[in-house]
């Protein structure tokens, strides 16, 4: 079974600006995958590069197929969407248990024209999941 949800981050994305350059914006954020909440972001600029901690809660009802331990696993991608339109797009990531958890990731723009230098603001956070080890999370559309 395929998640896919898309939220708006909720209002106040607050954006800091270090003395060396470096930038931080993080926000409340509400996405529903598959009983999965993600509730918190964070992206961290500093240089070309952005790192990206997404925090979420894992339902217990999502782990405990006695009878099919394969559905005891989730694979997920994240889309983020900072205010001047520069996205970063994580690489699948899996979720084995239940509770409190946080996925990182980290992407360089020097490809991209080096935009990371720049302060960014968190605006969407976007989310698409499926079940299963070997499950087809599809892609953002």
Known sequence: ???????????????VLAADGAWSS??????RVNGHSFHHARVDGQ???VSVKLFFEAPES???DPKNRVRNYHLFRARIKLA??????SKLFGNSGAGERSYSFDEDTSAEGCWAKEP??????DVIGCRGRSCDVGSFE
């Not at 079974?1 to 994305?13: D, E, H, N, Y």
């Open 26 to 31: 993080e926000a409340d954020v509400s996405v």
């Open 120 to 125: 960014g603001k968190l605006v969407k956070v």
């Open 84 to 89: 001047k339109g520069q996205v970063v797009t």
């Open 47 to 49: 240089g070309c590069g």
């Open 1 to 15: 079974m395929k998640g896919r949800v898309m939220a708006l981050v909720i209002a106040q994305a607050a954006t």
């Open 62 to 64: 999502g782990y405990s």
